[in-house]
């Protein structure tokens, strides 16, 4: 039997968990509802229901670790999360701690975004680049720095924070306090909202702005030029600021890709020399949804990997679910 | 005697040297005119005897190794200087060659941004922080990352140019094809060139505008309200993406920092929620512009240390200058 580790992805809507092998397959995938409605105790009992199911169809002896990524800050040392918009039941709370209690066994904790840049970077559109940089369009848009094959967190877990790099000035409000964030400009939320600004719409989703662009709707049209260039301006500035190789993007306005990387593209090329001249690569993530996953059950596998063993003195045990 | 190396600073006006021991000490200085108009040979000359006079007055056998910084991209493989505005004669120059080839020993090649960092997190105010960021405020905006105790260098030693992060998309034209690069609006020159803008005064020095600030001129206050604005929008950005815990500046205008620091700090709360819930410090680096010759010095040191050496089978030997 292959050995393998549990990555779980929590998200503001979803819940995923796979089991994943070190070589990068997936044994097992299980994938349902969040259940924030239920409060934190019944999210809690399915991410640990999810990695003992996952365990007991792939085996316990052959399982090296669990990673959990979910979106907001997570303070490294302490396992605690902040200030995630998508999980307010969670505020404040030593998720890990809760979690590594009710499983028995110790769990690691990464933010959701960082995750899924570990995870590209690991089995993705970012395999054997190790200092990359993605950025996840969504609600709003996470960011994961990958320098030196690992995770830049920051002295406190806060590092990546690329929806809240300032492209417009005096743009619009963000719940940060800034205004003229990225994530105001180019995320997937950002899209309907300016179609409602615009009038195209009220209850237009990201995909029927696209459609309308498609269709060749110039206010659509025009949505999709504000978030390619509020795109390359974060580009450009974050190559000037890293001079990686490699910069990501998913989320769910890739499909839209054709509509708004023209002018991303453009404008990042005119903003960054470095982009100019050098063969930096802006290109799609390829692990989609699946890539916090990933990332995930490969911290945990290399948490495990991390403990120092000792099979001479006592045999090597199955993780103690 | 204390075992040192040597330190070199070539900028596009000085020329400094200095032999400074492993626990930083300076013990010997050099500082005169970089003869640029004299073509580059004549500079490298300089560079070379420098170092020569340095060692003959210090000690050959004690001399840990050398290291030079300078302005510009350098590829750090090859050792090339690539974009230097302020050493046009050196563009595309195989610097680091042509330097050992005379000397006749290795050197260590560092941009000088990032010299003066990496030599302000040795000896100056960052001392014991192995996370840091350093903005040098001069002809332009240099920038200096510190990432683990190391230089952040990027995939081709182009990272850290924080000088051309966009803070007015639609702002001042920049010579490296952008509009609205902080450099543009936060340097001396920045400074100088808003106050002819302003019809301050033609000839006006950034310390002119400065004085005219303290007696209350309102347009001198404007400008350093703009550097200060400038300054926060791209320290916000910085602090959003890395989460370090110290941010120096350096460079000419920091006697002005009473005019300009109010509104830069105002700006970088407004725009960061990690500043304005952390202890995230923004701060005067203390080397001034000794803070290159530290870093280029402790270079020289360490890639000395890096070498494998084998007291056994040979015994250690000075570097044949």
Redesign the interface.
Known sequence: MDQYSIGVDLGGTNLRAAAITTDGRILSRIAGRAKLSYGRDTVIDDIVSSIHKLRDECGSSQLLGVGVCLPGFILMEQGIIL?SNNLPEFEGLAVRDVIEEKLGAPVVLENDANAAALGEHWMGAGKGVD?LLLLTLGTGIG?G?I?GGKV???????????G??????NGNPCG???QGCLEKHASATAITGMAKMMHLGADLSSEDVYNLALQGDEKAIMIFDIVGRSLG?AL???I??????LYLLSGGPLPAWDQFAPAMLAETR?????F?N?DTRIEKATLGNEAGLFGAAHLGALSRRAVPRAPERQPPSPIPL
């Open positions: 200030n200092d960011g720095i320098s830049l967190h920051g002295y406190l877990g806060m590092a990546g924070e690329i809240h790099i300032t492209v417009v000035p940060c306090g800034n301006i450009a500035t974050l000037n600021i890293f001079n990686f190789p005119r903003r960054s020399f470095a100019r050098t």
